[in-house]
């Protein structure tokens, strides 16, 4: 027994051993992204742009901050360390170089749940300023930050154990439609829950199944206990809001910085509340107290965490779902690459760490990286930047936002959810590309507002897995085949130089995001082998299950060698007789493999295209009107290329004129034999 115990400590020992390193050296920079970018940060060209950013960001970190906060259901001060130490964190970790992490709305919410749940408002005070307890708060606002505290712990946890699985890979069942539809779903929620802010009522706190309907139920019972005051203000400030951020937009190209609105109406109704006294003449509800400097760390409430495991959950998923869909749009906008898994790690290490210092969970928000977007971000060093504005905040500026309105606060987070709120205009798309996914995107939407974010992904993921699984029995009747051999063959005395540079690929399986992702990486792979490739002419080549790369060999030349000819553009044709049915992401991806062929100066032409396949095209992607791209068959696609190719040599550009006789003619070289 001895002796085995020593084989397996020997065995661990050279295990050790045998690691580099180099192999440490990769480790590091996979889990630490920031040791790759820093390295090689431009700091002459990417400096300023990074700092307008920061200090952008930094006005818009600090509102929704305080905003989020009370939307949470903690005291606002929690939300400016939810803006600072979250940030710090995903710098470090995260891969997202436009993705400006902090407070956000749906978590918030989230979070409210348990801390309204386990520690009920009694009377809230915001003004309370008792120096006996931490950070000079009362006793109930230090329970109440404790309880989201514990949520973003264990929010953070469960992100982490799934870096750990590695399911990072599972996100392909996240589609667009029910990411859209959840998003707007929760920012129905978040509206609904600062309407009591926006009417200055008193209401207790409602929640739970069909909680949306009893809100509104009970704001009309009590009309009556509107206050007129705050009323006026909100829709005075969502008006400025909304004019100023809609007049930035419009002149964002010929002005650098944009007006910081929300900066602008905090100082000024603070001002104009603190000199008419509004909290006592008409019993504005205002911030109040808010302390300096930052908190010493402290141990999130263990004893609470198998309370909070429902709301833990649903931070996890909904925070990482909301920020996954920003940090990859923020990459394939700027051209760079994001790891799903990596993402898990540096949004849970986002929570978990933060959360020793009474932070509320977090994630990241469309309105903040937007902002990144207009400003001219480059890189992470924008949202550092703002993490030292909000330093400052923290210990000399914070105090003075005692007087700010509770309706104002509430104008500014409803204001700031409009792109999320927008999103209902996707519903024409996906009506136009996919009417199931319209169906998806409206039922995970009414599952949302009826019962919760959480509940409302949960169904549209599951929903979407049914339907597939529905929908791919039923392609798999119509004779789908794995392989599909299409061979041209021309007469001995044909020159084959026009078709040299032209492929097809038969798609042989629906295309929808269950393996839209692969295809592309597959499709992608095989056109960056033919670029680097010294033939011009290749046998069949399969591409993994569902696509076929075919070339054309002229037939007294099998087996050749022959050098490739880059006097003629390249070629790729689809063969799409095998796409049975696709979805919007299966369109989305045709459309991506259009533009990165076209970047690559590679024509796509797409044979046996079912007629509603081609509406989606067109309707969901810009293609160029003057170049047929949809043929009833490889036959006539071949013969436009060879027609125009031709007509080129004799000094014709591209034109509809010669598409529009190639059906009717055949190459004049040869027949061409179509076998399967």
């Not at 796509?604 to 791209?629: I, R, W």
């Amino acid at each position: 027994m001895m002796t085995g115990a020593k084989k397996k400590r020997s065995a661990v020992w050279r295990k050790i051993q045998a690691v580099r390193f180099e192999d440490i050296k990769l480790w590091c920079t996979r889990r630490l992204p920031i040791l790759t970018w820093v390295p090689v940060y431009n700091w002459k060209e990417n400096l300023i742009p990074d700092m307008v950013s920061g200090m952008m960001l930094a006005i818009q970190q600090v509102t929704q901050g305080l905003a989020f906060a009370v939307l949470s259901s903690v005291h606002p001060v929690f939300g400016l360390y939810g803006s600072f130490f979250p940030v710090i964190i995903y710098a470090i970790f995260g891969m997202g170089h436009h993705v400006a992490t902090g407070t956000f709305a749906l978590t918030s919410l989230i979070s409210a749940n348990a801390v309204e749940r386990l520690v009920p408002s009694v009377s809230i005070n915001f003004t309370t300023n008792n120096n006996s307890a931490p950070l000079g708060l009362s006793e109930f606002e230090m329970q109440r930050i404790g309880v989201a505290a514990a949520v973003s712990f264990l929010g953070g946890i469960i992100q982490v154990v799934m870096f750990m699985l590695q399911l990072g890979s599972a996100t392909f069942l996240l589609t667009e439609p029910v990411i859209s539809a959840m998003t707007t779903g929760a920012a129905t929620h978040v509206v609904t829950s600062q309407v009591k802010y926006l009417l200055g009522m008193k209401m207790p706190y409602i929640s739970g199944p069909l909680g949306f309907f009893h809100i509104y139920a009970y704001i009309f019972e009590n009309i009556r206990l509107v206050q007129l005051e705050a009323l006026l203000l909100s829709l005075l400030s969502i008006v400025v809001l909304v004019l100023v951020k809609e007049l930035n937009e419009k002149f964002q190209r010929n002005i650098k910085v944009v007006l910081p609105i929300d900066l602008v109406l905090i100082i000024a109704t603070s001002v104009a509340c603190y000199y008419a006294d509004m909290e006592y003449v008409y019993g504005l509800e205002v911030v109040g107290h808010i302390p300096e400097g930052l908190p010493s760390p402290k141990t999130p409430p263990m004893n609470i965490l198998p309370e909070v495991v429902t709301e833990a959950f649903g931070v996890a998923l909904v925070g990482y779902v909301a920020s996954l869909a920003l940090a990859k749009a923020s990459a394939k906008k700027f051209k760079y690459t994001v790891d799903d898994n990596q993402e898990f790690l540096a949004h849970g290490l986002s929570n978990v760490i933060p959360s020793f210092f009474f932070c509320i969970p977090s994630a990241a928000a469309m309105g903040r990286t937007a902002l990144l977007y207009s400003t001219g971000a480059k890189t992470q060093v924008s949202c550092l930047i703002s993490c030292a504005l909000i330093l400052v905040v923290i210990y000399a500026i914070g105090p003075m936002l005692y007087w700010l309105p509770m309706c104002v606060l509430a104008s500014i987070i409803v204001v700031g959810l409009k792109g999320m709120l927008m999103q209902f205009r996707d519903l024409k798309k996906y009506w136009n590309m996919d009417k199931i996914d319209w169906s998806i995107w409206i039922s995970t939407y009414l599952f949302t507002i009826c019962f919760a974010a959480n509940v409302g992904l949960l169904y549209g993921v599951v929903c979407t897995i049914v339907i597939v699984i529905f929908r791919f029995p039923r392609a798999k009747t119509l004779n789908l085949k794995n392989v599909k051999e299409v061979e041209y063959k021309y007469k001995p005395e044909d020159n084959c130089e026009s078709l040299k540079q032209v492929k097809i690929v038969s798609v042989n399986n629906p295309l929808v995001f269950l393996n839209a992702k692969k295809f592309h990486a597959d499709l992608i792979k095989i056109i960056q082998k033919d670029s680097t490739s010294s033939q011009a002419c290749e046998d069949v080549n399969k591409c993994e299950q569902n696509t076929l790369l075919c070339s054309f060999p002229n037939g007294s030349c099998h087996g050749e060698s022959l050098q490739p000819c880059h006097s003629e553009r390249r070629v790729l044709i689809l063969d799409c007789s095998g796409l049975n049915f696709f979805d919007y992401t299966g369109v989305s991806v045709l459309l991506q493999i259009y533009m990165d062929c076209k970047s690559r100066h590679i024509d796509v032409l797409l044979a046996h295209c079912k007629a509603s396949l081609a509406k989606a095209m067109q309707y969901g992607g810009n293609l160029e009107s003057e170049n047929p791209v949809f043929f009833e068959s490889i036959s006539s696609a071949i013969d436009a290329i060879r027609i125009h190719r031709v007509r080129r040599t004799a000094g014709v550009g591209w034109g509809l004129e010669g598409f529009l006789d190639a059906d009717n003619h055949l190459l004049k070289s040869g027949e061409i034999l179509v076998t399967q």
